[in-house]
């Protein structure tokens, strides 16, 4: 599914990020630095915690720590247990799907 927004600037980023390279709902639309809606439930930020319906996870610079294991984002390219994620924009493909993230 895709969405047509304006793009992202800012802290709006580390949201996108995280929501599309990190936690990777199937759908997800960014509210503000701080809050999304995904299919997964709402996402809401707190400096570098993240807190979801399926629990905490943390940024510390390039690096998430999730229930799942440590995520690693080098460039445009997250690395976790669950396989790559590959970042254009506001479009994440990787692991078989792919997502856009609209944001404001």
């Not at 503000?32 to 319906?53: E, H």
């Amino acid at each position: 599914m895709a969405v047509l927004v304006a793009p992202v600037m800012g802290e709006d980023e580390d949201m996108v990020n995280f929501i599309g390279g990190v936690f990777r709902p199937k759908w997800a639309v960014v509210l503000d630095k701080d809050t999304a809606v995904t299919s997964r439930g709402i996402v809401t930020r707190d400096r570098d915690v993240y807190s979801t319906s399926s629990g905490a996870y943390s940024q510390d610079r390039d690096v998430y720590a999730t229930p799942e294991g440590a995520v690693s984002k080098p460039g445009d390219t997250f690395v976790g247990r669950s396989g790559t994620v590959y970042k254009t924009g506001n479009a994440f493909f990787g692991s078989g799907r792919g997502i856009y993230v609209p944001s404001p």
